[in-house]
């Protein structure tokens, strides 16, 4: 279970940082094949805060817990339950703000609250 929780933080961390920088070099979205229709409903008019959010707070955070997972810092369950319920508030106003929904964002929903059980888990198991 905990090398699935680490693969997770480590999956999410990446994409979201990767993904946020194409946004923000490319505010127009084509590097990701996204239109800036899917801004319609949202105070965007491109991607470039919402991919400076994507990388920065989202990103960030899982890259903090694998890094604190990686080190067995003791802090390491809370930061990666704090990484998945980033990426979960993300994909949720996501949602809400584009009314749409798609398969990515329907994996990466499943992905956070696998990383919320898991770290909840460990971080009950670890105090006993």
């Known amino acids: 279970m905990k090398s699935i929780l680490l693969l997770l933080l480590a999956f999410v961390a990446t994409t ?17 094949k996204m ?3 899917l801004l319609e409903h949202t ?3 491109d991607f470039r ?3 400076l959010v ?5 990103g960030s955070t ?5 890094i604190y997972y990686l080190q067995l810092r003791e802090e390491r369950y809370n930061w990666a339950l ?3 319920l980033m990426m979960a508030g993300w994909i949720i106003v996501q949602i809400l703000l584009i009314r749409e929904i798609n398969w990515l964002q329907v994996l990466y929903l499943v992905i956070s609250i696998g990383i919320i059980l898991l770290s ?4 009950v198991k670890s105090l006993v």
Request: hydrophobic content about 50%; glycine content about 14%; charged content about 5%.
């Open 16 to 32: 979201s940082i990767l993904s946020g920088f194409l946004l923000i070099a490319n505010p127009g979205g084509e590097i990701l």
């Open 35 to 37: 239109s800036t229709s």
């Open 43 to 45: 105070p965007f008019r």
């Open 49 to 51: 805060i919402p991919g």
């Open 54 to 58: 994507l990388a920065t707070i989202v």
């Open 62 to 66: 899982n890259l903090v817990a694998v």
């Open 82 to 84: 704090l990484g998945g």
């Open 120 to 123: 909840f888990h460990l971080k």
